[in-house]
């Protein structure tokens, strides 16, 4: 039996001061989300809720200084595609590998390389030992088009790759999954990158989240809009200005944010001028990984955006008969076409992988043992 779990989010008003909670409930049992609660004075707009996040730890953006774009410039210069981590821990246990690979440092991985691209497409592979014999066991390459979604592609990818691991092994060797032993991945990411320009008519992509729902996302026509955020999109700013925005101007603003905790996506205000929302223009606005602002999109009916996705109904596929209860990751899995294009090596006991011109990632900045796989020799940089 699925388990039926959904949020909610709401806004409170105390005396002079507007509280913002986050509430989980799984089979309608409820609980307070700790880390998404935040309090500011009613007279502030929205957007004051979200505006100390990085500060706080509670951001999903990541930092990109200097030090770092000229990281990520190295990684185009000398064309690494491939990056490989090794299991750093004292305990060595491949549980506690995997779990925190999933959970952190392929996703950083993949938001530190997603700055500046229009699209990732990422394979991911495992090397596995089991009963003296070594193999190594590659997805098939999944397109991420959109920084929101690392998280979710890395789960289907982890979870598709362990379960054809699983199922390899107990044909083929009688052993369970618990028998194998993990300690290197790798992780290959082809980076398609665009110039990076800010249009108030922004043509950048919704999070898959959003996009299965079929968004009600458009343009607007009215031409005193239209000049107003034009002038705004074009001003010398890393983020929307809301101050720049005229006093007589009704128009409502939204962002997204992503809870620390259960790592969900929502939409949340950033302005609101008006409550008539059936009749005022809402716009959503668009940031990259780094929360540098890329423009902003027309949200046409934005009751049906801000509507969370029914999890009372199950996906199945046709093609392998596998359930989801989830909208999104029902997509995925058509994505990579139920793990088809998945396929296992056999290497000699005895071989060795050598690899030139590798680029150890700074562990001040990822945390993990990863080191690039570069296929050019290194370039001084200027």
């Known amino acids: 039996m699925l388990r039926r779990t959904y949020s909610r989010f709401i806004f409170e008003t105390i005396g002079d001061s507007r509280v913002f909670h986050h509430q989980r409930f799984i089979n309608d ?99 596995v030992n089991v009963k003296k014999e070594r193999m190594y066991y590659e997805s098939s390459a999944m397109s991420v088009e959109h920084h929101l979604d690392i998280m979710e592609s890395v789960d289907m990818l982890f979870s598709m790759l362990l379960e054809k691991i699983s199922n390899y092994v107990l044909l083929q060797q009688r052993v369970p999954l618990e028998a194998c032993v993990i300690k290197r991945m790798k992780v290959t990411v082809k980076r398609h990158v665009s110039p990076i320009s800010v249009q108030w008519r922004s043509t950048a992509r919704l999070p898959l989240q959003y996009r299965v729902k079929n968004s009600d996302i458009g343009t607007d026509n009215r031409a005193h809009i239209d000049t107003v955020l034009a002038q705004i999109c074009q001003s010398p700013s890393h983020k929307f200005n809301v101050v720049l925005l005229p006093d007589a101007l009704q128009a409502n603003f939204y962002c997204f944010r992503v809870c620390t905790s ?96 590798c680029l150890p990632l700074p562990k001040a900045y990822f945390k993990h043992d990863w080191f690039g796989l570069g296929t050019k020799k290194t370039e001084k940089l200027h």
Not at 271 to 288: A, E, G, K, Q, Y
Request: contains cysteine; aromatic residues 10%; neutral net charge.
């Open 262 to 357: 259960t790592k969900e996506l929502y939409a949340v205000p950033y302005l609101l001028r008006t409550d008539d929302v059936d009749n005022t223009p809402t716009f959503l606005i668009h940031s990259d990984i780094a929360g540098n602002f890329q423009g902003l999109q027309v949200i046409r009916n934005v009751r049906k955006f801000l509507r969370a996705d029914g999890q009372d109904r199950v996906f199945e596929c046709r093609k392998c008969k596998s359930r989801f209860g989830d909208r999104v990751q029902f997509a995925l899995h058509k994505r990579i076409d139920c793990g088809r294009g998945f396929m296992v090596w056999h290497i000699e006991e005895d071989a060795i992988e050598l690899h030139h011109n």
């Open 29 to 127: 049992l409820q609980t307070d989300c700790p880390t998404c609660k935040s309090c500011v004075e009613t007279r502030e707009p929205y957007s004051q809720h979200w505006n100390n996040d990085y500060g706080a730890g509670t951001s999903h953006q990541i930092k990109m200084s200097p030090v770092e774009r000229l990281l990520l410039k190295r990684i185009e210069t000398e064309r690494i595609e491939a990056f490989m981590l090794c299991n750093g821990s004292v305990s060595g246990r491949t549980n506690d590998f995997l779990l925190e690979a999933g959970m952190e440092a392929v996703p950083q991985l993949l938001r530190f390389l997603s700055f500046g691209a229009a699209k990732l497409e990422v394979t991911i592979g495992f090397y």
